[in-house]
Each structure stands twice: as structure tokens, then as C-alpha cells.
């Protein structure tokens, strides 16, 4: 396969993005042999829409490990924008006031992480470690212990409607992976994020604007995580001081699992898509197969270390 | 003159003092900020405390459940040497030399909510677990007219409290022996993972008459997840939480089994105040299992501001009956 693959003169990324798909296909039709349920198109859909919920939390977060970043807070983001917006939507009953405070929250939270590590100078891990702990303690006590739950259909829609037969969190999925391509492929700015998180001084020396840069990456991870309350909690149809805990991790995992390199400069959306896919069919196999909970854990662990094996293999061997 | 003048300043200065010596000061250790179950059981606390002239403070970890800060918090509170403790441990088993710490010095301890597995306490006050899961477990499949299939979500994998709950499922299972269990998938405790592997569950049974779920939250999202996909099955939580009440006022969820947050923060507290007090106080309180369902959730449906702690006496024949 990896002969194949070379003879066929793929750039190294397209490469890493061709093998995790084969993988991922694989993890796929394996399901769909074993499992009569896997391949019904409800399922896809299901997969497709819980998929779209980490995606959209890791596709900022994305730009920003490419910069040469990290941004550990986004979960809490989630939380806090998730919490705020609900607070203002039961009091408003208007479900444009809370999509917008909750944005608004989002990019604010990452507007104050790109500044804590583009101004003050604070590194990436310490900054956002710091702000995941702040937006904790905001929101814990904000929320005293309370749930909010119930919100109008019209802002429900977001989460859990159907368009055309297709969960909306889906086209929202796309419409980021298709957008974020563009700018990062496409234009000068996304251009520059791939340099600074490549060789950030070899950048600055050629004139971009590095410091700039890494403040707006920043600011998309939290407006990305403000997108993704927005659509949480049009899905759970509640807030809770406690959501998004586990949804860090699960995007760090996307994204590196896509095949971006957490020491910057090489990675796509793409990659992260397949990663998001990647975790939300593992869960959905071993719910399918009604694999007991014992194991589970440990299947997970495998499957993410596998699906990024064929990779990192093929690399070696081609002395990467 | 001045004698006197400065008498009435010493005094107004050493009077709050007095006055707050003679209220006993109690610590109330829980396990996170973030578990709705915890807040009221805190509310239950200070309930208690106000009504018998004692006051309350609270000693929570900021990381939720967070082994070494709990740990942390009990060496402050041996310096601070409260009147009496109220503990809930993070882990049963972590928290064990904690408790001993406090033993050592010579502060009386109430066990509340999750049994430790070591050191010595005053008194337990909880709820079963076990018997939570068979009772509402039991409701359900009566509901059910003892046929059809089920799924049950678990926990948390390692928790005790899942682990009681899920054989408490169990337990019920064996009586109606015609229904059949389709799937024990965990859910975390958590609601959007609740959600989603009741989505993946639907997609291979084409029929669930019923899910068990370990905690009200999973119950929530399990039933998110019945409506977008346009099914109905009939759902059980456990905690007893605010938001489990209206779902059964509004019809979605069937019952849940009323773990007694409040009722456990009054007791455990009343208990630390009585045995400074030298009254007596039974080693074990435990509250009879309830199930709250549409017949009889009124009293439960009431602003938490606006309950207040019962009896004592009444409590302890209540749970000296289970």
C-alpha cells in the first residue's frame, strides 16, 4: 500500500490524510459486517451529527495547534457560553439574544487567551491551563449547582432539526470544513498561520505578522467553541455547570489523531474531520456490538493508536 | 468613667465573639460545585444548622471530585478544628486516611451519601443505592405489565453508586422474568453521552418499552434522544433532581427513585449537632427507598428556599422502619 501510495506522488500530507481515510473506511466496513445496524442511514446521520459536535470544538483549535499553539480552555469556553446564553435566553425568551451572547462569550474567552499569550507572553499550555480554570470557577458559580433547561423549538432547531433529511449540525460541519479550508489553503492569512507554527521566526523575519496571527487563531478556537455551546445546547436542551468536560480532550484527540502536529505547521481540517469520525464510530461500534462497559476503555485506546499507526509507519519507513 | 467606658467597648467587642461560640460550627465537606444533588444537600445543611442556632461552612473541591484537594481541604480544616465534620468522601477507599487524620484529631465525624470504607464515624446517613435501583427498577417493570425489553444505562464505571444502582436494575430484572434486557451500555452519568448511545441503541433495537437509568441527568438526555428520533419508551432516573420533577409533571419521564439530597444534608448535620450535644444519635440512618412518579411528586415540587428540615424523631422512625 505505501509503494502505491508514493508511486502515485502524493504531497506528505495528503499522503497521512489518504492512509487515516483507508483506516477509518476499514474501522467501517469491519462494523458493517459484524453489525446489520451499522450502515442503515439513520445511523450514518447519528454518526454524522455527533461527529459534527467535536468537529466544530476542534476545527479552531485546529488553527490554533497549526500556529504552534494549544488551547486547553475550549471545554470550559463551551461551558461558560453555554450557561450565559441560556441564562439570557430564559430571560429574554429570544433565541437570537442567546446565539449571540454566546458567540459573543466564546470570542471573548479566546480574544483573552490570545492576548495572555501574544502580549503578556504567557506559553500556550500554562494561558489557556489558567483560563480553563477561571471559566470553571465563573461557571460553577454562576450556575450554583442549578440546571436551565428548556429552550424555544426555533433555537432547538440548531441541535436537533432536520434539513432536508440531513441533522443541521451536519451542514454547519461542512460549511466550517469547507470555509476553513479555503481560508487556510486559499488566502495569504491561512498561508501565514501554517509559517508561524512551522518556523516562527523564519516567518516574522519574511514579514508576517506573527503576534497577529496567533491572536486571531486564538479568537476563531473561542468563537468556535462558542458555535459549538450554541449547538450543545440546542442538542441537550440544558445547562449545567458541568458540561463540555469530557469534549477537550475528545477534540485534542481529533486534531491530533487527523494528523496535525502539535508542534505546528502541518494539518488540515480534514484531517480533523477523520479524527472526529474516528471517535464518534468507536463509541457507536461498541455500542452497536453491545460491547460490555469493561472493555470499552481499552477498545478506544487501540483504535485511536491504530488509526494513527499506518502513518506513523509509513513515515519511518520513507525515513520522514 | 473610663473604666466603664472601656468595659462597654471590651464587652460590644467579646460579644459577637460569645455569641458565636455558643453556635457550633460545622464543616460540610461535598464532593464538587457542579452535581445539583450536592447544592440541595448543602441547602438541606444550612436548613439544619439555622434551625438549631449552629452555623455551616462549606468545603468543596474546585477540580470536581478531586481526590487531593479534598485531602487538602481536611489539613486546613484539623488547623481550623471545626465543632463537628460532615463528610461525603470523592472515593470511598482514597479518602480513608483523610478520615483518620480527622479521627486523630479528636473531631466527630458524620459519614453522609457515600459509605467510606474505613475510619470511624459518629454516624452513616444515606440512602441505598441498591434499593433505589430495585425500587424504581420495579416500577418501571410493573409499568411495563412485566413484558417487553429494556435497556439499561450505567454509570460510571468504578462508582459505587453506579455499580449499586446498575445491580439494583438487576435485582428487579430477575423478578419480572419475562422482560427482556437488550443492552447495559454506560452513559458516564453524563447527559450528552446518555444521548448519543441511546441514539446508536436505537439503531439496532427496533423496539425499547423501557430504559433504566442510573441518574436523572442520563435520563435527560436519554429522553432528548427518544424525542428527536420520534420514539417512546418509558424512562426511569434516580436522584430526585428539580428538573426530574418536571419532566414527570410533564409527562416524559416516568419516575425517578428520590435519593433525598436535602433530607440526607438535614440529618447528617442534625446528627454532628446532637452528638456535641450529648442527645442520642443511631449509628445508621438510612432513608427508605421512594419512587416519585406522577401520583405523588407534589411535595417534592416546592422551591428548595421554602422546604425545611423535619423532625428529628419523625426521620429516624421513618428509616428505623426500612
Request: proline share 4%; charged share 15%.
Given at each position: 500500500m505505501n509503494t502505491l501510495v508514493q508511486k502515485i506522488h502524493l504531497a506528505p500530507e495528503q499522503r497521512s490524510l489518504l492512509l487515516r481515510v483507508i483506516v477509518l473506511l476499514l474501522i467501517g466496513a469491519g462494523l458493517a459486517l459484524v453489525s446489520s445496524?451499522?450502515?442503515g442511514a439513520n445511523n450514518l446521520l447519528n454518526l454524522l451529527r455527533q461527529a459534527s459536535l467535536v468537529f466544530l470544538l476542534a476545527s479552531g483549535l485546529t488553527l490554533v495547534i497549526l500556529c504552534g499553539g494549544l488551547d486547553l480552555s475550549i471545554g470550559a469556553n463551551v461551558a461558560l457560553s453555554a450557561c450565559l446564553a441560556a441564562t439570557v435566553m430564559k430571560a429574554t425568551g429570544s433565541p437570537l439574544a442567546g446565539c449571540a451572547v454566546g458567540l459573543a462569550s466564546g470570542l471573548l474567552v479566546g480574544a483573552v487567551n490570545g492576548l495572555l499569550v501574544t502580549?503578556?507572553?504567557?506559553p500556550p499550555f500554562i494561558a489557556t491551563y489558567g483560563t480553563l480554570w477561571i471559566l470553571h470557577g465563573l461557571t460553577y458559580w454562576f450556575m450554583a449547582g442549578d440546571t436551565i433547561h428548556g429552550f424555544p423549538p426555533a433555537f432547538r432547531f440548531l441541535g436537533s432539526g432536520y434539513w432536508l433529511g440531513v441533522p443541521v449540525p451536519v451542514f454547519l460541519m461542512f460549511g466550517v470544513l469547507a470555509l476553513g479550508t479555503l481560508f487556510l489553503q486559499y488566502t495569504t492569512m491561512g498561508q501565514e498561520i501554517y509559517a508561524t507554527g512551522s518556523n516562527t521566526e523564519a516567518a516574522a523575519l519574511s514579514g508576517v505578522p506573527v503576534l497577529n496571527r496567533r491572536l486571531l487563531v486564538y479568537m476563531l478556537s473561542g468563537g468556535m467553541a462558542g458555535l459549538a455551546s450554541l449547538v450543545f445546547l440546542a442538542r441537550l436542551n440544558s445547562a449545567e455547570g458541568?458540561?463540555?468536560?469530557?469534549l477537550t480532550l475528545q477534540a485534542v484527540g481529533a486534531v491530533l489523531i487527523g494528523g496535525?502536529?502539535?508542534?505546528?505547521g502541518t494539518g488540515t481540517l480534514a484531517g480533523t474531520l477523520v479524527g472526529a469520525l474516528v471517535l464518534t464510530v468507536v463509541l457507536n461500534g461498541m455500542n452497536l456490538l453491545a460491547i460490555s462497559a469493561n472493555w470499552q476503555p481499552l477498545i478506544t485506546g487501540v483504535i485511536v493508536i491504530v488509526s494513527v499507526a499506518a502513518d506513523a509507519l509509513s513515515r519511518r519507513r520513507s525515513g520522514d | 468613667m473610663k473604666l466603664k467606658i472601656l468595659a462597654g467597648i471590651a464587652a460590644l467587642i467579646l460579644a459577637p465573639a460569645a455569641i458565636a461560640q455558643s453556635g457550633e460550627r460545622i464543616a460540610v465537606f461535598t464532593k464538587?460545585?457542579?452535581?445539583p444533588f450536592f447544592q440541595v444537600l448543602r441547602m438541606g445543611a444550612d436548613s439544619a444548622a439555622k434551625q438549631m442556632g449552629a452555623t455551616t461552612t462549606h468545603l468543596i473541591p474546585t477540580?470536581?471530585?478531586s481526590i487531593p484537594e479534598q485531602m487538602s481541604l481536611i489539613d486546613d480544616v484539623v488547623i481550623k478544628k471545626p465543632s463537628a465534620i460532615v463528610f461525603t468522601p470523592v472515593d470511598v477507599k482514597a479518602m480513608v486516611p483523610g478520615i483518620q487524620k480527622l479521627n486523630a484529631a479528636g473531631i466527630p465525624v458524620v459519614n453522609v451519601n457515600d459509605r467510606a470504607e474505613g475510619g470511624k464515624f459518629v454516624a452513616f446517613v444515606g440512602s441505598s443505592d441498591h434499593a433505589l435501583g430495585v425500587a424504581t427498577g420495579r416500577y418501571l417493570l410493573q409499568a411495563l405489565g412485566g413484558k417487553g425489553s429494556v435497556i439499561i444505562i450505567e454509570?460510571?464505571?468504578?462508582s459505587g453508586a453506579s455499580a449499586e444502582r446498575v445491580r439494583g436494575f438487576q435485582d428487579a430484572l430477575k423478578e419480572f422474568p419475562?422482560?427482556?434486557?437488550l443492552a447495559s451500555q454506560p452513559g458516564n452519568f453524563q447527559r450528552l453521552q446518555a444521548l448519543q448511545v441511546m441514539e446508536n441503541l436505537m439503531q439496532t433495537h427496533a423496539q425499547i418499552d423501557g430504559v433504566l437509568a442510573a441518574n436523572d441527568s442520563m435520563a435527560s438526555g436519554v429522553i432528548e434522544a427518544l424525542e428527536g428520533a420520534n420514539r417512546k419508551s418509558q424512562v426511569i432516573g434516580i436522584n430526585g433532581t428539580k428538573e426530574a420533577i418536571d419532566a414527570i409533571k410533564a409527562g416524559k419521564l416516568l419516575a425517578t427513585g428520590d435519593y433525598n439530597g436535602y433530607l440526607q444534608g438535614c440529618v447528617s448535620t442534625m446528627a454532628a449537632i446532637r452528638e456535641l450535644r450529648k442527645l442520642p444519635v443511631p449509628k445508621e440512618v438510612i432513608f427508605p427507598p421512594t419512587v416519585v412518579h406522577k401520583g405523588n411528586y407534589q411535595p417534592l415540587d416546592v422551591p428548595l428556599e421554602s422546604r425545611s428540615c423535619p423532625k428529628w424523631e419523625d426521620v429516624v422512625k421513618e428509616a428505623a422502619k426500612s
Amino acid at each position: 500500500m505505501n509503494t502505491l501510495v508514493q508511486k502515485i506522488h502524493l504531497a506528505p500530507e495528503q499522503r497521512s490524510l489518504l492512509l487515516r481515510v483507508i483506516v477509518l473506511l476499514l474501522i467501517g466496513a469491519g462494523l458493517a459486517l459484524v453489525s446489520s445496524a451499522f450502515l442503515g442511514a439513520n445511523n450514518l446521520l447519528n454518526l454524522l451529527r455527533q461527529a459534527s459536535l467535536v468537529f466544530l470544538l476542534a476545527s479552531g483549535l485546529t488553527l490554533v495547534i497549526l500556529c504552534g499553539g494549544l488551547d486547553l480552555s475550549i471545554g470550559a469556553n463551551v461551558a461558560l457560553s453555554a450557561c450565559l446564553a441560556a441564562t439570557v435566553m430564559k430571560a429574554t425568551g429570544s433565541p437570537l439574544a442567546g446565539c449571540a451572547v454566546g458567540l459573543a462569550s466564546g470570542l471573548l474567552v479566546g480574544a483573552v487567551n490570545g492576548l495572555l499569550v501574544t502580549r503578556v507572553r504567557v506559553p500556550p499550555f500554562i494561558a489557556t491551563y489558567g483560563t480553563l480554570w477561571i471559566l470553571h470557577g465563573l461557571t460553577y458559580w454562576f450556575m450554583a449547582g442549578d440546571t436551565i433547561h428548556g429552550f424555544p423549538p426555533a433555537f432547538r432547531f440548531l441541535g436537533s432539526g432536520y434539513w432536508l433529511g440531513v441533522p443541521v449540525p451536519v451542514f454547519l460541519m461542512f460549511g466550517v470544513l469547507a470555509l476553513g479550508t479555503l481560508f487556510l489553503q486559499y488566502t495569504t492569512m491561512g498561508q501565514e498561520i501554517y509559517a508561524t507554527g512551522s518556523n516562527t521566526e523564519a516567518a516574522a523575519l519574511s514579514g508576517v505578522p506573527v503576534l497577529n496571527r496567533r491572536l486571531l487563531v486564538y479568537m476563531l478556537s473561542g468563537g468556535m467553541a462558542g458555535l459549538a455551546s450554541l449547538v450543545f445546547l440546542a442538542r441537550l436542551n440544558s445547562a449545567e455547570g458541568d458540561m463540555g468536560e469530557a469534549l477537550t480532550l475528545q477534540a485534542v484527540g481529533a486534531v491530533l489523531i487527523g494528523g496535525t502536529s502539535l508542534f505546528g505547521g502541518t494539518g488540515t481540517l480534514a484531517g480533523t474531520l477523520v479524527g472526529a469520525l474516528v471517535l464518534t464510530v468507536v463509541l457507536n461500534g461498541m455500542n452497536l456490538l453491545a460491547i460490555s462497559a469493561n472493555w470499552q476503555p481499552l477498545i478506544t485506546g487501540v483504535i485511536v493508536i491504530v488509526s494513527v499507526a499506518a502513518d506513523a509507519l509509513s513515515r519511518r519507513r520513507s525515513g520522514d | 468613667m473610663k473604666l466603664k467606658i472601656l468595659a462597654g467597648i471590651a464587652a460590644l467587642i467579646l460579644a459577637p465573639a460569645a455569641i458565636a461560640q455558643s453556635g457550633e460550627r460545622i464543616a460540610v465537606f461535598t464532593k464538587n460545585q457542579t452535581n445539583p444533588f450536592f447544592q440541595v444537600l448543602r441547602m438541606g445543611a444550612d436548613s439544619a444548622a439555622k434551625q438549631m442556632g449552629a452555623t455551616t461552612t462549606h468545603l468543596i473541591p474546585t477540580k470536581p471530585d478531586s481526590i487531593p484537594e479534598q485531602m487538602s481541604l481536611i489539613d486546613d480544616v484539623v488547623i481550623k478544628k471545626p465543632s463537628a465534620i460532615v463528610f461525603t468522601p470523592v472515593d470511598v477507599k482514597a479518602m480513608v486516611p483523610g478520615i483518620q487524620k480527622l479521627n486523630a484529631a479528636g473531631i466527630p465525624v458524620v459519614n453522609v451519601n457515600d459509605r467510606a470504607e474505613g475510619g470511624k464515624f459518629v454516624a452513616f446517613v444515606g440512602s441505598s443505592d441498591h434499593a433505589l435501583g430495585v425500587a424504581t427498577g420495579r416500577y418501571l417493570l410493573q409499568a411495563l405489565g412485566g413484558k417487553g425489553s429494556v435497556i439499561i444505562i450505567e454509570g460510571v464505571k468504578g462508582s459505587g453508586a453506579s455499580a449499586e444502582r446498575v445491580r439494583g436494575f438487576q435485582d428487579a430484572l430477575k423478578e419480572f422474568p419475562q422482560v427482556k434486557l437488550l443492552a447495559s451500555q454506560p452513559g458516564n452519568f453524563q447527559r450528552l453521552q446518555a444521548l448519543q448511545v441511546m441514539e446508536n441503541l436505537m439503531q439496532t433495537h427496533a423496539q425499547i418499552d423501557g430504559v433504566l437509568a442510573a441518574n436523572d441527568s442520563m435520563a435527560s438526555g436519554v429522553i432528548e434522544a427518544l424525542e428527536g428520533a420520534n420514539r417512546k419508551s418509558q424512562v426511569i432516573g434516580i436522584n430526585g433532581t428539580k428538573e426530574a420533577i418536571d419532566a414527570i409533571k410533564a409527562g416524559k419521564l416516568l419516575a425517578t427513585g428520590d435519593y433525598n439530597g436535602y433530607l440526607q444534608g438535614c440529618v447528617s448535620t442534625m446528627a454532628a449537632i446532637r452528638e456535641l450535644r450529648k442527645l442520642p444519635v443511631p449509628k445508621e440512618v438510612i432513608f427508605p427507598p421512594t419512587v416519585v412518579h406522577k401520583g405523588n411528586y407534589q411535595p417534592l415540587d416546592v422551591p428548595l428556599e421554602s422546604r425545611s428540615c423535619p423532625k428529628w424523631e419523625d426521620v429516624v422512625k421513618e428509616a428505623a422502619k426500612s
